[in-house]
């Protein structure tokens, strides 16, 4: 079973950028398509982004293109989620999530992942 951990949220102003990161332990992180989900308070968990086993291929929500970038280092064990222009309705805890599953096309759903971080808040001042 793979283990994440997320780092880097934090308190930034409008405009700003930040970089998440989640190590993964305990399995094979290179076969595991990965995600970034976020849940605001009151909010249901939604779909960020995801990035194939390669990296060479990712998929992002309409709200973050053009502002946030996936992208996954295999041989430290992370993926990296790049925020950038940073708006107040992008403060929400932010989850890693990855599946060893591949249907062919990149999973957007909770229910299509196998395993969870702890998240990280990201919280951005108006």
């Known amino acids: 079973q793979v283990q994440l951990v997320e780092s880097g949220g934090g308190l930034v102003q409008t405009g700003g950028s930040l970089r998440l990161s989640c190590a993964a332990s305990?399995?094979?992180?290179?076969?595991?398509?990965m995600g970034w989900f976020r849940q605001a308070p009151g909010k249901e968990r939604e779909f960020v982004g995801s990035?194939?086993?390669?990296?060479?291929?990712?998929k992002y929500a309409d709200s973050v293109k053009g502002r946030f970038t996936i992208s996954r280092d295999n041989a430290r064990n992370t993926v990296y989620l790049q925020i950038n222009s940073l708006k107040p309705e992008d403060t929400a805890v932010y989850y890693c999530?990855?599946?060893?599953?591949?249907?062919?096309?990149?999973?957007?759903?909770?229910?299509?992942?196998?395993?969870w971080g702890q998240g990280t808040q990201v919280t951005v001042s108006s």
């Open positions: 999530t990855g599946t060893r599953s591949y249907t062919g096309v990149l999973p957007t759903t909770t229910g299509m992942y196998e395993y």
């Open positions: 990035i194939s086993w390669s990296g060479s291929s990712t």
């Open positions: 305990g399995g094979t992180f290179s076969r595991s398509i």
